[in-house]
């Protein structure tokens, strides 16, 4: 189906297809040599090349097929840690990504007003002109804070992170705190470490997923390592207030109260120290606290728990022995988005010391390897100057245990709005979709009203890039290269396995262009894309070309042994229980109740949640996932719909403090009678996306602003709301 469908929107294109022109024309010349020689390419270039995907953050390995100058399907490389051969639905579908044809493939500059949408086509020349202009100017009369800059995690963000510290500001917005601060800060205060990696060994018996979404919200090796664990029986404990693939695929479906996942938690703790089910010894070596933590947790017992979590304390007890008694072979999941409620962070130091307590430490979880770039080189660069002002969102005098370099970026956007402690002038974005992904829409547009320029790069006019004064069209990727992925001892390429579409740039490239336009080019010493990755490859003794050939080379095998590691990177050494770091900032040094706040009479919890053929608010736009998305719908109890006289497929209005939406209904007994559940990344305010406009409504126009003090992670599920017929 792919391979037909893509060739009827390549006749479309116009394309010409004969064999001699493909290689030069359309591919690029020194990947196609490459190819060529090894046998992969024939005659014709028709073959395969390796490569990336990018319709995630896993960057899965790919194998592109190409014929007649296009791809025409892409799958997994065996070869790659991530993706084992396979790619999802999302990564299969990534050609209709690059021929999309709301690709935006030249510059812009906004020529009516901020929204309506009215652009026209510019030279490179004359966006990164205006460009580099107003962000000298805003630098010139505010200071260089006045410019903010935001980004989610991509391979270029290294050079874009080189260009916001090279021009001298604090103001960086990312994802995190939208969506993991809360599970990293939690790690970071216990363990001293971001996320400790998972083991799913063949001895793992017991999994407590709290909101992990595994078969949903993807990541594509832990998906299949769960997969394989539960077809070898392993027990899986899934909490979620809603019936999802994973809760389908779980030993046990607990539909706990949102936002009582702490109490469930403590619970465990608490049985699990008053039957004295715990490592005795693993808690005396490794770990500090453990007499703080047991006074703390003494009351919180089953029972207690079992009114607020609405979970039977026979359930609990029972789940808390049988984790016990399966340890060290047991695994209790952080979760991954785990900005649920502003007490998300304390549930986060429950589920890692229940690890700890147990001594699951090397057994289901270790050190993360993470993405180490140690081995490779990088462009030589003069030091940064030192950003003298304070970040627009008050990290760390605000939040004092919150990573300085990653920020708050909700409250970044409320401070822009209230121009508290300073007006930021200035909003370069790139890769990112703000405008859907902050909570409050409303509250983001208005942050932009107070700008006097803003700049986005993406593939598409996305929402944030239709509220743009100009965009920059980065090429998508397969049309470019970016900086090399380490994953373990191996480092993966992404290379271009076509020519760029139009004038589409690389990320490396436009930031580059601007760099040198701010005068801040001794950052940004590298010729080209395919420069900068020599560069990189440099000590590791390999070339650009003996690397393309599968798309990766292995790093040089470290002489010694590597020993399991019981040293953690805390104030004490220790796993840290009571934490006095957190302590000494007023926050509780063991983990403690903090009661969320509950719906009015009337009102939903409005849940929000990841679906397995769509990325955040990024890919509601192609047309092959389009085909497997269903309509999105707001999910309701069938028992509420009844008494309400409400039926499937009925138009409702759902309302919150902040928004109105309309949206049809999806009666369903999977899910409490306390909340509703709205699909994310619906709803786009861009006609620029002609396929995913008008479609589904948007979680975002509705959630209300609330953030957790300790870990400034966004709490979603918070956002209560009313919903009666439209
Ligand atoms: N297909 C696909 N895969 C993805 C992504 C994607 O967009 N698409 N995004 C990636 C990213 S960036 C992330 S962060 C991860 C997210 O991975 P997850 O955190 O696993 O996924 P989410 O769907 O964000 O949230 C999981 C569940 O939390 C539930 N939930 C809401 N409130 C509560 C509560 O109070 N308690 C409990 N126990 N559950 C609650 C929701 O119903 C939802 O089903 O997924 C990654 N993988
Ligand atoms: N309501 C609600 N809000 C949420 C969440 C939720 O589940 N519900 N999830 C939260 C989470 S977990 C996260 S991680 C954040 C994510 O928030 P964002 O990072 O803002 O969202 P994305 O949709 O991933 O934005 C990616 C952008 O990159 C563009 N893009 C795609 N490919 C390329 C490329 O090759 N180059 C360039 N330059 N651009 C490209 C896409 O068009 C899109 O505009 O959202 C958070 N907000
Ligand atoms: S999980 Fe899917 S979308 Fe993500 S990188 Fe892998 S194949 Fe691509
Ligand atoms: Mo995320």
Not at 364 to 389: D, I, V, W
Not at 570 to 582: M, N, Q
Not at 621 to 642: F, G, H, I, M
Request: aromatic fraction near 10%; include cysteine.
């Amino acid at each position: 189906m792919i391979d037909s469908f893509s060739r009827r929107s390549f006749l479309k294109m116009g394309a010409v297809t004969t064999g001699a022109l493909v290689v030069g024309e359309f591919l690029p010349p020194a990947v196609a040599q490459m190819a060529t020689e090894a046998g992969m390419l024939n005659a014709s270039g028709d073959g395969y090349i390796p490569s990336m995907c990018e319709m995630c953050v896993w960057r899965c390995g790919l194998i592109a097929k190409i014929k007649g100058g296009r791809v025409v399907k892409l799958d997994g490389n065996p070869e790659h840690p991530h993706s084992r051969g396979h790619l999802c639905v999302r990564g299969q579908s990534g050609l209709m990504n690059t021929y999309d044809p709301d690709r935006v493939l030249k510059p812009l500059i906004r020529v009516g007003k901020r929204g309506e949408g009215k652009f026209r086509e510019a030279s490179w020349d004359e966006a990164l002109d205006l460009t580099a202009g107003h962000m000298q100017r805003i630098k010139d009369t505010y200071g260089p804070e006045a410019m903010v800059f935001s980004s989610t995690h991509n391979l270029s963000q290294v050079q874009f992170e080189n260009l916001l510290y090279a021009f001298g500001s604090p103001n960086y917005g990312t994802q995190r705190s939208l969506c993991f601060n809360a599970m990293i800060v939690a790690n970071q205060m216990t363990y001293g470490m971001e996320e400790p990696e998972r083991i799913y060994d063949d001895q793992l018996q017991y999994v407590i997923l709290t909101g992990r979404n595994l078969f949903e919200a993807i990541s594509t090796s832990e998906t299949g390592d769960l997969s394989d664990a539960i077809s070898r029986g392993v027990k899986v404990v899934y909490l979620d207030p809603r019936f999802t693939k994973t809760a389908a695929k779980a030993s046990e479906w607990l539909a706990i109260k949102p936002g009582t996942d702490l109490a469930f938690h403590l619970a465990l703790l608490n049985v699990i120290i008053d039957e004295k089910l715990y490592n005795a010894s693993f808690v005396e070596d490794y770990t500090i606290g453990f007499d703080e933590l047991a006074q703390e947790v003494r009351d919180f017992t089953p029972e207690w728990a079992a009114s607020l979590t609405e979970i039977p304390a026979d359930t609990i007890r029972r789940i808390a022995q049988e984790f016990a008694a399966a340890a060290p072979h047991a695994l209790a999941h952080n979760g991954w988005r785990t900005s649920n409620f502003i007490n998300s962070f304390q549930t986060q130091r429950a589920i890692s010391i229940l690890n700890a307590l147990v001594g699951n430490w090397n057994v289901t979880m270790k050190a993360s390897a993470g993405e180490s770039s140690g081995a490779l080189g990088t462009p030589p660069q003069p030091p940064y100057p030192r950003a003298s002002a304070m970040r627009l969102d008050g990290v760390p005098y605000k939040y004092p245990v919150v990573p300085f370099k990653l920020g708050v970026f909700q409250e970044l956007r409320d401070n822009i709005v209230t121009g508290d402690p300073y007006q930021a002038h200035g909003w370069f974005i790139s890769r990112q979709n703000p405008v859907m992904s902050l909570p409050d829409r409303a509250k983001t547009l208005q942050a932009f009203e107070k700008m006097d320029f803003i700049a986005t790069v993406d593939i598409f006019l996305n929402d944030t890039a239709w509220f743009s004064d100009v965009v920059l069209p980065e090429t998508s990727y397969l049309e470019r290269y970016d900086p090399l992925l380490p994953v373990g001892n191996r480092v993966f390429l992404r290379q271009p396995v076509i020519e760029p579409q139009g004038d589409a740039k690389s990320a490396l490239w436009i930031y580059k262009q601007l760099g040198e336009r701010l005068g801040l080019e001794d950052y940004f010493q590298y010729t080209d894309e395919e420069d900068y990755i020599r560069q990189q490859l440099e000590p590791l003794g390999v070339t650009l070309d003996e690397i393309r050939m599968n798309g990766y080379v292995d790093l040089p095998e470290s002489e010694e042994e590597e020993e399991p590691s019981f040293a953690w990177n805390t104030p004490s050494g220790k796993i840290e229980l009571f934490s006095d770091t957190l302590d000494r900032v007023g926050f509780p040094g063991v983990p403690t109740w903090q009661a969320p706040p509950q719906p009015p009479q009337g009102q939903f919890y409005l849940l929000t949640g990841k679906v397995a053929q769509a990325t955040q608010f990024a890919t509601q736009n192609n047309q092959l996932l389009k085909k497997y998305s269903d309509e999105p719908r707001l999910w309701l109890n069938t028992t509420v719909a009844e008494d309400r006289g409400m039926e499937d497929g009925d138009w409702v209005e759902v309302t919150s403090q902040v928004g109105q939406v309309h949206i049809r209904l999806k009666v369903t007994q999977g899910i409490r009678p306390d909340c509703v559940y709205l699909t994310p990344g619906f709803g786009h305010l861009s006609k620029g996306l002609t396929a995913a406009y008008g479609v589904g409504a948007s979680d975002s126009a509705l959630h209300v602003t609330y953030t957790d003090p300790a870990s400034g992670s966004q709490a979603l599920s918070q956002t209560f709301v009313t919903v009666r017929k439209a």
